[in-house]
């Protein structure tokens, strides 16, 4: 069940940014994680956003400055981070904006260590199962995995942003080597710390830098307090209806109307004072705040679950089994292996009756009862349960291993995805060339038979102008001479009017003779220009 029609069309578009408050100068768009690669080329300013990280996240554009900040601190860009990163960071600026504190990222690190690797992609994990910043985190993202939204715009509102891409990430890590070697050298000179050298040991916890009243606030408060007891839900305080309802393991966590929560002190190795329990927290009462500290709070929601919780545990007392052995608690240094010589059967019958529940235990010592299957029945439901409270202890290992896992699957995923793309697009390039090289050489062919023609069709227009002007000549010569040679018979025609229109004659077609020779482009050596071999034509008798 995948999230991409939010923005498959137009409308579901428009409807998005009017739910999620999208200015019009922010420009988005759906992309599957196997596509970021390409479409992180298509404009400057491009960053891609786990899109549960805008359902359920808490961002919104222009991006939180906290976000941004959180981004720089740890050198990395949007689309590395899963969606409870973002639920986290939000989580602290939303609580910044409610009561006015000053927690910031270094708070963060203290409370989560940062995990992955860049190949990966990166997780923040609670450093401490028992005191935890926020609750009710989803355990999983598989139905949202690989789903992002492409941003672009205006959807920062700082000048320095945080880094674009993973490629722009290496370059960040590569600049604070060069800072770590500057400040190295100044120490060398000076003997003193540049303002950046903490900042580039961030990745661990530094109660120096960490806001203690501040956290001290939040991890004593009972706020924002799920139904099952979880203290400052990520939902709650962000607005939103999650899409899951399965959390990160919270069995070691501690709940609403826990005594242990005034005694809280980020100061302590483990935010608790080492040898308190919950007995004696409850039997000391809650812890006195200083006046140097703020009072921590208790809100309705806090209100509302203590009383069901109250109510539902009112019934009968907590059980909480101890393992004892010759009268002694077992101590945490001891091994089953270390037993098997003679004291086997004591441990296990040990572990069994310890395992039990209470109104079991009687029955369990019963020697009148001689049903050896309701025994091993019994025997069976204490290894049930003591299996139960195993799995409970190597779930979480088992959850780290699984995310891990699949992370390691997504990232050989998404290589075997780049690579055949890679391979596919390399293919079209090869074919698009030699069609590309084909092309020029049809071209070069055609305009070479296109001069050609055009050379001999200038050509031929040229000679036929010139023997259209050439034919005219000889029609005005030929014109002119028989004017001539006319007005000179008749100026001779009283001395001699026969010889005079022979000679006239004679001259006339002896002048027509060679205009047509030459018309005709006959050589100027041929026999036929020779005036002895002209052949008049014979004067008639009537002449």
Known sequence: MGFSHLLSSRASLANFRATYNVPEDVNIAYCHEGDIDIQRRQGENTVFFPLMAILEGGVRFPVDPFILGTFRFYGLCPDQLPPNFYRVVS??????RLFGLQLNSHDINFMYSLCGNLKSGYYLKTRDMRVRLISCLPDSNRNSAGEFVRVSGNWFAEELPCAFSPRDVGRYMHFVGQLLRFNLTVRLLTGLDVFFFAETKRFKPNLRVVNIRDLNFVLRSEIFVHWDGQLRA?????????????????????????????YIDVRHSNFLPSSLTVGEARELGPRYTCSDELPPLRDDSAEQTGLQVASSSRAAPAWCPSFILNGKPLPSTTSVRVWDKGEGGRVAQSLARDLLLPEDVHVFYDGTDKSLARRLQWHTIAAAQMTYILNGWLKELAEDAGREKALKDVAETTAKEKAKAAATAEKKAVVSEKARAAAERRSSEL???????????????????????????LRAALEASESKWYNKGFADAENSVEPVIQEVRRLAFEEAWFAALKAAGVPEDSPLRDSSQIPFPEPSSSA
């Open 91 to 96: 989580y602290v600026s939303r609580l910044n």
């Open 447 to 473: 305009e070479a038979k296109l001069g050609d023609a055009e050379l001999k069709l200038g050509e031929a227009e040229s000679l036929n102008a010139a023997q259209t002007e050439e034919l005219a000549n």
């Open 234 to 262: 990520s939902h709650l305080i962000l607005g939103v209806e999650p899409v899951y309802s399965t959390w990160q393991t919270f069995s070691q966590a501690l709940l609403v109307d826990s005594p242990l929560l005034s």
